[in-house]
């Protein structure tokens, strides 16, 4: 069965600092990924999105993630972090046959200390 | 062009009533999502539909019935609510597959 797991439930970084949030995914072939932010009392906001080319992919706000097949991993990153980036964020997985759903991590709650 | 709206964005319910949530989109969409969020759980996946008229079951369906009788309206119901349901509901859309998902603002649901 297809999975998603963000193996960290809280993150606290420095303002300034850099960020790697993590996400692992179990899937029988490569799917579609996304990152998803949502503020306190919000929706959720796309980040950014793999679909296929090249694993390396911007996003708004400044941050980038990276498709690793071998690790079956989408790392999000952001080099230097803004105190506006404190929120939620959710790494899902949309599968590209059948039901044609997404399946969403835990999420990962990111504290940004100033 | 409003998006994803969601109606009502908050309802206190007591145990045994019944309540319709409304979910519209305005791009036109195939698919449509109904999604609960839990502490600690994420979004899990109640309802979905791939078009006007069908639905399908998701990850947690008990409990909730939807309906798609007109493409841009997705309404999910509590025939009879129990505290299990309090959680925040988010509706989504896309337009087919591999397209981004857009989130509604959410419904805070309070079952007391």
């Known amino acids: 069965a297809q999975s998603v797991t963000q193996p960290d439930i809280h993150i606290t970084v420095s303002e300034g600092a850099s960020l790697e949030l993590r996400c692992n995914y179990s899937?029988?072939?490569?799917?579609?990924l996304f990152w998803y932010v949502q503020s306190p009392g919000q929706g959720l906001q796309l980040l950014l999105k793999?679909?296929?080319?090249?694993?390396l992919v911007q996003g708004i706000k400044g941050f980038e993630a990276e498709f690793k097949r071998s690790q079956s991993s989408f790392n999000l990153r952001k080099p230097s972090v803004h105190w506006s980036d404190a929120a939620e964020y959710f790494c899902a997985v949309a599968t590209t046959s059948g039901t044609y759903k997404y399946i969403f991590g835990t999420g990962t709650r990111l504290k940004v200390l100033a | 062009n409003a998006g994803v709206t969601q109606t009502p964005k908050f309802r206190v319910l007591k145990t045994g009533q019944s309540m319709t949530l409304l979910c519209a989109q305005d791009?036109?969409?195939?698919?449509m999502y109904w999604y609960r969020q839990d502490p600690g759980m994420g979004l899990r996946l109640i309802h979905y539909?791939?078009?006007?008229?069908?639905?399908a079951k998701g990850e947690v369906p008990d409990g909730y019935n939807v309906s798609r009788l007109k493409k841009q309206n997705f309404l999910l119901g509590l025939e009879s609510a129990a505290p299990s349901q309090t959680s925040v509901y988010f509706c989504?859309?896309?337009?087919?597959?591999?397209?981004?998902?857009?989130f509604g603002p959410g419904t805070r649901l309070l079952v007391l």
């Open positions: 989504a859309s896309r337009l087919r597959v591999g397209e981004t998902q857009y």
């Open positions: 539909s791939v078009g006007e008229g069908t639905t």
């Open positions: 793999y679909f296929s080319g090249d694993t």
């Open positions: 899937y029988g072939a490569t799917p579609y």
């Open positions: 791009m036109n969409h195939e698919y």
